[in-house]
């Protein structure tokens, strides 16, 4: 028998909207990619339907994000929340507002945290347009084709399919999913509080409710009624919805339940697909094996607010395809860091995620070690970087160029956003004249902003992460010779 044999730089195994965002950033940096999904389409459930700013930032560098809000477009301005004993009853909530240890609202901050808004988008409809987005930048993506079993050596590793197909790549990435059979196979423990709660129910179904909707567009509805307790959740704020429900009995009489919860006749009702889930904290104890990464699901599983965890995923292939890339073109550093900054990023995610409300009502929890929500939504989590002199809060969003930090957004000449200086590659923003760091190997850009002294620079890595800060050129070229423009993790 013949075996196809093929070459990579990088493996994806898993095309859900991680693994898919992996082949976009691995893309970006110039990387031969082949991606793996063992499902035919997209995902059977719309989950997953919010975008938050950071990965709304991650979709900017890569040229996506306009194509991303197109494709959002029929959830647009569905981003409050309601509640009532039925959808008929319900009404829209009052916006979020912080607030003081008093409880009394305060004045919202007054610079804008991100260039790029949140979206809401349902998971079937995104993986499509990140797939279609991929092929057409150049990788190399097989659904309906499951890996069966991988080996590695000093040098490569190689997987081979069901269909007895091997494909050699230098390294592979792993979001395969919360199950991964690669995980599992290289014997990767995970650490937690496990099982969180009942088990829960997600129905989908399709029905017309748009005059019930048309004064409220919501993306989430508490409903109240003692025979139909639930959330339901807008997938296109018209004939798509998801209905989450206690309890893991998936052979309720839906339509009755449903019936209830809308509190109106529903002609046109058809249930789709109805799966029990179960929320979970647990992730990886290592992110790492040899040439094999973890991200998404496969990496840290932690309860659905706000779809932290698809965020966190994407979060995790946006800092290890910069660093892959630097591997792959000699540089022996940077691959040492992405379980030290992304084992403490998705701990610390699905920490938060675990203590948030399940009730509307009570709107943005409060209390000791509660991160700001900002935090969350715009990548706040401080990378344990060498040269770190300050810490940066999460109970407060106050960014200020802090190292180890994503740069804080300010906007530039000609609508530019500081996040827009760094990405695929190194980048140094200067306040003041940058003729002085002209020498230092970096692209150099005038960035006259409020978090930086005049004659103070901030060298950006590829993946917008501030990894120096200081006044003296002379000792940033030093510390890259010396580094190999690498400034990876404290160890």
């Not at 009995?249 to 839906?254: A, K, L, N, Y």
């Not at 630097?326 to 992304?342: I, K, S, V």
Request: proline share 6%; charged share 20%; glycine share 10%.
């Amino acid at each position: 028998m013949n075996v196809q044999r093929t070459q990579t730089d990088v493996l994806v195994v898993g095309g859900g909207l991680v693994g898919l965002t992996a082949a976009l950033v691995l893309r970006h940096h110039g990387l031969a990619v082949t991606l793996f999904e063992r499902r035919t389409g997209a995902s059977s459930q719309p989950k997953a339907r919010r975008v938050n700013m950071r990965t709304m930032e991650i979709f900017r560098e890569l040229g996506r994000a306009e194509l991303i809000r197109e494709a959002a477009r029929d959830l647009a301005g569905h981003d409050r929340m309601a509640a009532g004993r039925t959808l008929a009853e319900a009404e829209l909530l009052p916006l979020w507002r912080p607030a003081d240890d008093s409880g009394t609202a305060i004045e919202p901050i007054l610079v804008e945290p991100s260039p790029e808004l949140p979206c809401l988008i349902a998971q079937d409809l995104l993986e499509p347009v990140l797939r279609e987005a991929a092929v057409r930048d150049g990788a190399r993506v097989r659904f309906g084709t499951e890996v069966a079993g991988v080996v590695q050596d000093a040098e490569s590793v190689t997987a081979t399919t069901d269909t007895g197909e091997q494909v050699r790549a230098r390294y592979l990435i792993a979001a395969d999913g919360a199950r991964s059979p690669i995980r599992e196979a290289l014997g990767i423990t995970r650490s937690g509080q496990g099982v969180l709660g009942e088990p829960n129910v997600n129905v989908y179904f399709t029905a017309d409710l748009r005059e019930l909707v048309r004064d409220k567009p919501f993306n989430l509805c508490q409903i109240e009624h003692p025979q139909a307790r639930g959330g339901l959740c807008s997938v296109d704020g018209r004939y798509r919805w998801v209905f989450m429900a206690a309890g893991g009995d998936t052979g309720r009489e839906w339509q009755r339940v449903l019936e209830t919860a809308i509190g109106a006749p529903l002609p046109g009702l058809e249930v789709h697909n109805v799966l029990a889930w179960q929320a979970e904290m647990r992730v990886a104890d290592r992110y790492r094996a040899g040439r094999v990464f973890l991200a998404g699901d496969a990496a840290h599983v932690m309860p659905p607010f706000a779809a932290s965890g698809a965020n966190t995923g994407i979060a995790d292939v946006h800092d290890l395809g910069w660093q892959l890339a630097a591997a792959l073109r000699g540089r022996t550093g940077p691959l040492d860091g992405y379980h030290a900054e992304r084992h403490a990023a998705g701990w610390f995610t699905a920490e938060q995620s675990s203590i948030r409300t399940v009730n509307l009502r009570d709107g943005v929890p409060s209390g000791e070690g509660l991160a700001h929500p900002y935090v969350l939504a715009c990548g706040g989590f401080q990378y344990p970087l060498p040269g770190i002199t300050e810490t940066e809060p999460i109970t407060e969003f106050a960014p200020t160029g802090r190292i180890g930090t994503r740069i804080p957004h300010r906007w530039l000449a000609e609508g530019r956003s500081t996040l827009d200086l760094a990405g695929p590659d190194w980048a140094l923003a200067v306040a003041g004249s940058p003729i002085p760091w002209q020498d230092c190997g970096f692209p150099v850009h005038q960035a006259d902003v409020d978090f930086l002294e005049p004659g103070e620079a901030v060298l950006l890595r590829p993946d917008q992460v501030i990894a120096w800060r200081g006044t003296d050129p002379r000792r940033l070229t030093e510390l890259a010779v010396a580094d190999g423009v690498c400034f990876t993790t404290a160890q």
